[in-house]
C-alpha cells in the first residue's frame, strides 16, 4: 500500500517488518518519533531509558539474548552512548542490532551540529543513510540483515530533513524471525584484554569485508547523466538537493552506504566524467575519502561546513542562474521560541533574575529562560552539565559564589545525567543550590515520559523514582518543594538554599501547562483604570502579555491563569475574567 | 512541474495539520508529495515552516529563496517574513490575525504597520481573510488553519472541493469532521 509518510515512521515501519522485538531509546529531536511510532505495533516492545548509553545496552542485551533490537538518539546522545558503542563495536552481535542516530544541521533543536558519520568510522560500525521515507524503510530492514550477516550493530544515520519529511512508501509484511539462542561465548562477549585482543582483528577483518560489500551494493548506486562534463557524490538529503537541480543531466553517485565507503567504485565513478564534486552537509567525511584516494574532488571549497543545504544553494554553488524571488522584506522583528503561556518555569526565572543569580543551565525548554526579557541563564552545555559545572564553579568561587549561583535542571535531563553531578556534590561538598524543574514530563521533545513520572511509554502505570528520596538518600539534607506559581513561597526558598552552609535542592514543581491533563485556570485581563503602565508584568516575558497604548492587555485566548502576571502587579489591575 | 507552498505561521497555531491535509489531497490526486515539517525547540511559540511540494517527480522536500509558488500564512508578520521565498508574482493567503512575537512583548520592537501593503510592494499577490474570526463562526478558532486551506482551495483548481474534503476526512477525528467541513467551506466562499 502506498502511503505519505514521515521519514521516522517510515523507520519503525521498518523495524516492523524486519520482526525487531524490542526499541529503547532516550528522546531527541529529531529521532523521538522512531520510537514513538514503533510503540504503536504490539508486537514491538517500546521503552523510554533515563539516557542513551542505558538504551544502547538495552539493546544490546536483548541482541545478545537473541532478538532483533533498536536504540535511538539525536547526535549528542551518541557522545553519551559512546562508551558502550565502541566495544558493541567488537562483541557483535546475536540478534541484528540497529542504531539509528539523528543529526541536527542547521540546530533546529540542538546545541551543536556534530556529523555522526566520524562515529561509524571510528567505532567501525557499519552506516546507513537514507535520503527519504521510502528509503528510511528499506534501509533499515536491510540494516538488520547486515547486522547478522556481519555479526555488528548497525547505524542508521538520519537527519532533520529525512526525519522530519514525508514522502511516499509502498510498506510490507512482518517477518517474524525465530529467536537465536544465546549461547555462552567468554571470547565474544566478555571484553577483559585476552578476548578484546583476539575480537579487535575480527572487526578489522569485518572493515574490510564490508569494504568489499561496499564496491558491489546497490545502496551505492551510479546514475548515469547526459554528459560527463561533471560528476557529484553525495549522501542523504543532499543527493535530493542534487537530483532537483540537475535531474539526469549530471553523473550522480549516491553513496546510502557512507561507512565503509567503497575505493574502486570511487576510482570509475571519477574517471567517468571530467569534474568531480562531493556534495555533503557538515564535514568532508566523503570527500576526505576521496581524496586519500589521490583523486582530484571539490567539496568545502564550494560548499559551507555549517548549516544545511538547498536545491537553490547548490544550484548557485555549481553555477546555475540564480532563482528570482520577491524582494525580501528587511528589519522584521524576528519570532524566537518563547517559554509558553502558564509554563511554570516562568516564575522560577523570574525569582532567579530578582535574586541576581549566576544560574548555570541544562537542557529542555527551560533553556528558554536564557531569552530576553528574563535572560536569567548563563551557561548552556550539555544534559547534566548544569549541576556538575555548578559544583566546579562553587569549588571555585567559594562562598561568594556558593551564595549567588545555582543550577536549573528538568525532571527528565535529572535522571539522564543530573543524579551523578549531584552525587558529586554530595560527596565531594560544595554548599551548592540544584533546582530541579519538576514539569512531570520530558518538555521540548513532546512530551516523553520519564522515571519520575510513574507511567511508561505507553502511559501506563510504571515504578517512580521520588526525587526528594533520591536527594536524600544521596546524602542531601536540605531538599525542599515549591510551587513556582507562587512567587514568594519560591522566592524564599531560593533565598534560604543559597545561604545555608551545605548542600540543597529545591524541587520546583508544576506539570507542564501543555499536558492534556493540566487544567487552565480562569483567563485575566487587565483594568485599564487601574493599570499604571509600571511594566511590572511585561519582564516576564508572557506571550499573552502585550502592552498597548500605555496599559498592559492580556489575549484571554492564550493566557492560561496561572496568574503569576498579577502577584507582580502593585495595582492589583488584573482580575479573572 | 512542481508546486511549492509554504505554510507559515507561530508554533501551535496548526500548521502540521494543514500541511498533512495538503499532502494528503496532492496524494490522492496522484502526484508525487513531498512535505517537510518542523519539530523540537521552534514549536515553542517560534515562526514556524512547513514547506509542501507535489509534481510528477519531486526531489527536494524543501523550498528555500525563490523557491514557493504560494505562502499559507497563519499571522501576517509571518506571511512578510517568507516573502523573499515566493517566486515573483507568486501568492499568498494569509489570516489577518497578529500576534506579538517576543521582541514587542519585551518592548523592544514595534509590530509593524503596513505589511500587506509591503508585500504588495515585493512583488507578491496577496490575499488576506479573518481567518480566526470564520474559525470561530465554525466552531472553534483552533480551525482556523481548515479555513486557510478552504481558502487556498481557489487557487489550486486541479483538486476539486469534494477531493479537498475526502482528504479533510483522512486527516481529522471523526468527531471533529463537520465542524471542519464548516471551516473549510466559510474559508472557501469568504
Known sequence: MKELMLGNKALARGLYEAGVALASSYPGTPSTETTEEAAKYPEIYCEWAPNEKVAMETAWGASVAGKRSYCAMKHVGLNVAADPLFTISYTGVNAGMVICVADDPGMHSSQNEQDSRHYAIAAKIPMLEPSDSAEALSFTKRAYDLSEEYDTPVFIKMCTRVSHSQSIVETGERSEPERKPYVKNFEKYVMVPAAAKKRHPIVEERTRRLTEYAETTDLNRVEEGGDNSLGIICDSTSYEYVKEVFGNRVWVLKIGLVNPLPVQKIRDFAAHVKRLVVVEELDPVIENHVRSLGLAVEGKSLFPAVGEFSQEMIAEALGEKPAESCTPIENLPGRPPAMCSGCPHRGLFYVLKQNKCTVIGDIGCYTLGSTPPLSAIDTTLCMGASVSGLHGFNKVGGSESEQHTVAVIGDSTFMHSGMTGLANIAYNQTNSTVVILDNSITGMTGHQQNPTTGKNLYGDPAGRIDLEALARAMGINRVRVVDPYNLAETDAAVKEELAAAEPSVIISRRPCALLKEVKKGVPLVVDPDKCIGCKSCMCLGCPSISFRNNKAVVDDTQCFGCNVCAELCPKDAFRAI | ?190
Open chain 2, 1 to 190: 512541474m512542481i508546486t511549492s507552498i509554504m505554510i507559515v505561521g507561530v508554533g501551535g497555531q496548526g500548521s502540521l495539520l494543514a500541511s498533512r491535509v495538503l499532502g494528503r489531497a496532492a496524494l490522492d490526486k496522484g502526484y508525487d508529495v513531498k512535505v517537510s515539517e518542523v519539530h523540537g525547540m521552534s514549536q515553542r511559540g517560534g515562526s514556524v515552516v512547513t514547506y509542501v511540494r507535489f509534481g510528477d517527480k519531486v526531489a527536494s522536500p524543501i523550498i528555500d529563496k525563490g523557491g514557493a509558488d504560494y505562502i499559507i500564512s497563519f499571522e501576517l508578520l509571518e506571511a512578510a517574513r517568507y516573502v523573499g521565498f515566493l517566486k515573483p508574482g507568486g501568492q499568498i493567503v494569509t489570516s489577518s490575525q497578529q500576534i506579538d512575537p517576543m521582541p514587542v512583548v519585551a518592548g523592544t520592537a514595534e509590530y509593524p504597520q503596513g505589511l500587506v501593503e509591503k508585500m504588495t510592494a515585493a512583488g507578491a499577490k496577496v490575499d488576506v481573510l479573518d481567518a480566526l474570526k470564520l474559525a470561530e463562526e465554525a466552531g472553534s478558532i483552533k480551525a482556523s488553519n481548515i479555513v486557510l486551506m478552504g481558502r487556498f482551495s481557489k487557487y489550486l483548481p486541479e483538486i476539486s472541493k469534494e477531493e479537498w474534503l475526502s482528504a479533510v476526512k483522512a486527516c481529522v477525528p471523526e468527531k471533529f469532521l463537520a465542524l471542519n467541513t464548516k471551516a473549510f467551506e466559510l474559508g472557501l466562499f469568504a
